[in-house]
T-cell receptor, first 116, second 115 residues
Framework: AQKITQTQPGMFVQEKEAVTLDCTYD???????LFWYKQPSSGEMIFLIY??????QNATEGRYSLNFQKARKSANLVISASQLGDSAMYFC?????????????FGTGTRLLVSP | NAGVTQTPKFRVLKTGQSMTLLCAQD?????MYWYRQDPGMGLRLIHY???????AKGEVPDGYNVSRLKKQNFLLGLESAAPSQTSVYFC??????????????FGPGTRLTVL
């Protein structure tokens, strides 16, 4: 069963507006971590933000915030004040802590295009 | 501090040829990983290593071998390349498995085409 689901193949947003990229996950492990990575056209994977399953508050990193709804098993990425440089692929990933190894499972990604 | 580096960046092979991809990290990380990225499928773990001299299979290990002779290096080998191994290969490293916030840092990727 797919553990990370990103249902939006592509998203469009205008510069300076906010955008939400969806991510839902499936796990029976009570201890897990959720990550978002950005992959620009140059190809590298850039870590953006992390949320732990026991974290009380939603994670924030600059213009990035993670809307973590544990009961709904969703971990959406919110990008505020979009910039042209935000155009990229975005991947949600999960790590289950009790598997004995920190394997990351990735979703299929969402391509974000920011227009002027 | 270069982080995670990969060589080569691009390679074209003929079916049946062999090659080795090299990953190096200068962050003194214990854990290293090899992923492949195919269109529409995200990243999938091929092999990983939890320390020098150790390796283990990931999600899609068939057709690949790995070695971790030195802590800073993780090699991915294709003994007999097949067109199905055409992909972008990413190496990553991380510092520990007990720290929940420890993230994986990725190399720039190697684009491999098997004809």
């Amino acid at each position: 069963a797919q553990k990370i689901t990103q249902t939006q193949p592509g998203m469009f947003v205008q510069e300076k507006e906010a955008v939400t990229l969806d991510c839902t996950y499936d796990t029976s492990d009570p201890s897990y971590g959720l990550f978002w990575y950005k992959q620009p056209s140059s190809g590298e994977m850039i870590f953006l933000i992390y949320q732990g399953s026991y974290d009380q508050q939603n994670a924030t990193e600059g213009r990035y915030s993670l809307n973590f709804q544990k009961a709904r098993k969703s971990a959406n990425l919110v990008i505020s004040a979009s910039q042209l440089g935000d155009s990229a692929m975005y991947f949600c990933a999960m790590r289950e802590m009790n598997t004995g190894f920190q394997k990351l499972v990735f979703g299929t990604g969402t391509r974000l295009l920011v227009s002027p | 501090n270069a982080g995670v580096t990969q060589t080569p960046k691009f390679r074209v092979l003929k079916t049946g040829q062999s090659m080795t991809l090299l990953c190096a990290q200068d962050m003194n990380h214990e854990y290293m990983y090899w992923y492949r990225q195919d269109p529409g499928m995200g990243l999938r773990l091929i092999h990983y290593s939890v320390g020098e001299g150790t390796t283990a299979k990931g999600e899609v290990p068939d057709g690949y071998n790995v070695s971790r002779l030195k802590k800073q290096n993780f090699l991915l080998g294709l003994e007999s390349a097949a067109p199905s191994q055409t992909s972008v290969y990413f190496c990553a490293s991380s510092s520990s498995w007990t720290g929940s916030t420890d993230t994986q840092y990725f190399g720039p990727g190697t684009r491999l085409t098997v004809l």
